[in-house]
């Protein structure tokens, strides 16, 4: 059971094979023994008894709501009616979230059941040990970071505690815990799925996605996440689109095996008729770095006034905090023009390409005691690699999917991203959905003591 993902656990309950609450006592026993559970998982969420008694119900009456009982975890960043929302901060005490954030809601009325508050970097913007709650090792390794700063979502999802995640994405962190966790995580479109009673750390980037172990679980609980109607998969066959390959920043600072593993996807996507073309030069550079302009200096803006309490704050997130006061209103308001000007660059781009495939994170899981990401044998500080690849599509707004493509030197996941322009979230679903049907990549698992 506890390998079951989205689809697979609907499908046991539609059989009778299983019931909401038989899966919560199986997801619980898991979460209690396992390494994993005592890191990632905070606590379980206010008035889970009540709602898994009304999915039994349901399920049993005939009247089961689309993702009924579908039980699944929460960043705790994102809010949940009656329960503890702590940002992984000692400056937020014991608050108590007074009502759901909408996408918590939405899910709610589908069916769907909150099942815990998961770990997260201080204000989803700290080191990996964070001053409250400690660090989330690994599953694949103990002695390596899950990626943040969704980080008790990724390790949730990868050591079988829960089939579906809640993270949130501001330079990375649905994809990079997506990418060393082995698992699969989408950041849509920038408000496809609202913020509402999500604490903020740069509102002009930010974005809440859902994490699971398949592009095929994200693409049938999207549409019950989303702010927007209308909004559903593509009915259509993405065979036959045009694969844009970047070269230069993407591929730069990326170990050899991560190259390798995604040449060999692409290769796959190649077989299977799509058209490989080589994109032209970009500077993701410039755009990248003023993402990061942007990021700190809204992250000033809304924790600048808790400076006087510096020595609480985690050190990672107090060095950023430093920086974004240190940066002009004039560099922000360039950093944003920069953000409207490559905007239009890239929607020229996909006239010409329908999607983007690229290398994901630049080396597997890094180092908790070094906080440094192997790359060909070298050790890369983590902010020289961690959002290199993932940044630029926040900078941007454009969804992106990140998914495993193998493993890499030292055993652990790899991964790739598939990218297309604003509202194309589903079409880079349906790709991934075709890649992992002619793959095993994301049904690998980590076993032993580290899981």
């Not at 983590?382 to 290199?388: G, H, L, M, P, T």
């Not at 996941?413 to 604003?422: F, V, Y």
């Amino acid at each position: 059971m506890l390998d079951a993902g989205v689809l697979d656990l609907l499908a046991a309950y539609a059989a009778g094979s299983l019931t909401p609450s038989d899966a919560f006592d199986a997801l619980t026993h898991a979460i209690a023994i396992s390494r994993a559970g005592k890191e990632a998982v905070l606590r379980l969420t206010n008035g889970i008894a009540e709602s898994l008694a009304e999915s039994d119900r349901r399920w049993r009456e005939g009247t089961a709501r689309p993702l009924e009982g579908m039980l699944f975890g929460i960043k705790d960043i994102i809010d949940v009616a009656g329960t503890m929302t702590s940002c992984g901060s000692l400056l937020t005490g014991d608050r108590i979230a007074p009502a759901d954030a909408e996408v918590v809601a939405r899910l709610r009325s589908a069916g769907a059941i909150p099942l815990a508050m998961l770990a997260t970097t201080e204000f989803a913007c700290g080191g990996p040990h964070n001053p409250r709650f400690g660090a989330v090792t690994n599953p694949w390794d103990p002695s390596r970071w899950t990626g943040g700063s969704s980080t008790g979502s990724g390790a949730a999802l990868a050591a079988r505690l829960m089939p579906l995640a809640l993270g949130t994405d501001t330079g990375g962190s649905i994809r990079v815990p997506s990418c060393w966790c082995g698992t699969t995580g989408l950041k849509p479109t920038h408000d496809l799925v609202s913020r509402a009673g999500v604490a903020p750390l740069s509102w002009t980037l930010d974005h809440v996605g859902p994490m699971a172990r398949s592009a095929r679980d994200v693409a049938h609980v999207l549409p019950f996440m989303t702010a927007r109607s209308g909004v559903h998969p593509a009915q259509t066959s993405p065979r036959g689109l045009r694969l844009g390959i970047p070269g230069n920043w993407f591929t730069e600072r990326v170990d050899t095996r991560v190259l390798e593993n995604w040449r060999t996807a692409l290769g796959v996507l190649e077989s299977q008729g799509y058209e490989l073309i080589d994109l032209p030069p970009i500077d993701i550079a410039s755009m990248h770095a003023a993402g990061w302009t942007i990021l700190l200096s809204e992250l000033a803006s809304l924790q600048a006034r808790n400076i006087d309490q510096a020595e609480r704050f985690d050190p990672g997130l107090l060095i950023r905090l430093k920086q974004g006061m240190a940066i002009s209103a004039r560099d922000y308001g360039e950093a944003l023009q920069k953000r409207a000007t490559a905007q239009r660059q890239f929607l020229a781009l996909f006239e010409t390409v329908d999607l983007i495939v690229t290398p994901g994170v630049g080396g597997e899981a890094g180092s908790l005691e070094t906080l440094s990401v192997d790359v060909d044998g070298e050790a890369l500080p983590f902010q020289e690699v961690i959002s290199r690849n993932t940044m630029i599509f926040d900078f941007l707004g454009f969804p992106a999917l990140m998914l495993p493509s193998g493993l890499g030197r030292q055993g652990l996941p790899t991964g790739i991203q598939i990218a297309g322009p604003p509202g194309a979230d589903y079409r880079c679903l349906e790709l991934g959905m075709l890649y992992q049907s002619l793959t095993h990549h994301h049904r690998n698992q980590p076993s032993g003591p580290a899981r």
